[in-house]
């Protein structure tokens, strides 16, 4: 029976290999043309040469860092589009044409310019979320941005100016990041971003705090601009703000009317390198104050406890007072008291 088997295997497999194929290809061809059928299903598009679109991550498409100066072509699939740190200076309408599942988009460190982004380009783009257009050349936020937005990054850029028109309808943006442009002013532009919990508009040419913030800010950072005084009662309709930071710009005593900063809930208060020469009065709430860099001359216990006893003293933590007019013998011995929370104490 052995001699058989032998028999008819020799006088199979010579013929199998006379036409060039291999004799297991029965076993294992469905398997490859499945696996081929499975690869061009998850592809959903070809991904462009320049790209990496890995099939562990179908729906996100790598195109950071590759020198590219134009938009590649975007398959339907991709949710995840990496194009940051490029050389990118426009996208066109047909640039995203079929990318309408995008939730992600980084273009940021390109060279981008306001008038090379089309201004339908991102009406298509219902669902996206992330907008990273930081470090570009851009002097407007684009127009007819996604009402889905909830993180746009426009900072490092040449913007001057923000208008309503803008911003309209941005009912779920969360993060707004504008920092580090040449912005003069944003009118009341900000007021209908209902949910917004982050401002950042450090860095800027502001000379006074904008009007109509949305209420319901957690953070806010408003450093490095030529801010010399804060409105009457600026943080009384702020239910949610913890972490406010002036520092590095113009403000004098003159410029804060009494109590200003006497708000609970304030966890965070900077207003570092300005020109104060007293020390405002804080809630007994506040955990982190820096007043580093101003021409304080006095250290006031009642600025942060109106009564000192064993039930009312402060919850500070940190108290930055160094590079002012005072020095540690000028702090009174009741301060102990006041402060007995207090890690840090720089004078």
Request: net charge negative; charged share 20%.
């Amino acid at each position: 029976m052995c001699l058989v088997v032998v028999f008819l295997l020799s006088t199979l497999l010579p013929l199998s290999f006379s036409h060039g194929q291999d004799p297991l290809e029965w076993l294992y061809g469905r398997q490859s043309q499945a696996f081929a059928s499975l690869q061009a299903s998850i592809a959903g598009g070809e991904c462009p040469e320049e790209c990496d679109c890995p099939p562990s991550f179908p729906v996100a498409m790598y195109c950071d860092g590759r020198g590219l100066t134009a938009m590649p072509t975007v398959p339907s699939r991709v949710k995840y589009l990496y194009l940051q740190n490029n050389a990118i200076t426009a996208v066109p309408n047909s640039a995203l044409v079929n990318a309408t599942n995008l939730v992600w988009l980084m273009m940021h460190h390109n060279q981008l310019t306001s008038d090379r982004i089309d201004k339908k380009v991102f009406l298509k783009l219902e669902g996206l979320q992330r907008l990273y257009l930081h470090h570009n050349n851009l002097t407007s936020i684009p127009s007819n941005l996604p009402r889905s937005l909830r993180d746009l990054r426009v900072n490092h850029n040449n913007i001057e100016k923000v208008t309503p028109v803008e911003l309209e309808g941005m009912d779920n943006l969360t993060i707004l990041h504008l920092h580090d442009n040449a912005v003069t002013d944003v009118g009341t532009s900000l007021k209908a971003l209902k949910s917004l919990t982050l401002l950042d508009i450090s860095g800027n040419e502001l000379t006074k705090i904008p009007d109509g913030l949305p209420e319901h800010l957690h953070q806010l950072y408003l450093d490095y601009n030529s801010i010399d005084s804060v409105p009457e009662g600026f943080l009384g309709r702020f239910t949610q703000l913890q972490y406010v930071r002036m520092a590095h710009n113009q403000l004098t005593d003159k410029g804060i009317p009494s109590n200003t900063f006497n708000v609970t809930g304030l966890v965070e208060l900077d207003l570092s390198f300005n020109k104060l020469e007293r020390i405002p009065v804080v809630s007994t709430t506040l955990q982190h104050l820096y007043l580093q860099a101003n021409q304080i001359k006095e250290f006031t216990l009642g600025s942060f406890c109106s009564v000192v006893d064993v039930t009312n003293f402060s919850k500070l933590l940190t108290l930055r007072l160094d590079g002012n007019e005072i020095s540690r013998q000028d702090v009174p011995s009741e301060s102990a008291l006041c402060l007995r929370q207090a890690t840090t104490l720089e004078v």
